[in-house]
């Protein structure tokens, strides 16, 4: 006769490897925030939508450039 057990499966299997264990751990992100005119971010999301990027993605890009003209 089988026995049962309460508890989660996964968690037996210790020696196996683990999605984590061969990916790459994401870096730390940090939230922006902060005030700008209203036409101004207008313009920037049309400029967004028309080059199909997000403004996280054009900002982002935007810093990467002036980081790297140090």
Known sequence: MMSL?????SKKAKD?????DVTDS???TA???FN???DKYIA????ALDNR??????????IDE???ER
Do not use: H, W
Request: hydrophobic residues 40%; charged residues 35%; aromatic residues 6%.
């Open 5 to 9: 057990a309460a508890g989660r499966p």
């Open 16 to 20: 196996e490897l683990a999605l984590s």
């Open 26 to 28: 994401p870096q730390k």
């Open 31 to 33: 939230r922006v925030n």
């Open 36 to 38: 700008i005119d209203e």
């Open 44 to 47: 920037f999301k049309k400029y």
């Open 53 to 62: 990027k997000t403004v996280t993605e054009l900002l982002t890009e935007m």
């Open 66 to 68: 002036k980081i790297v």
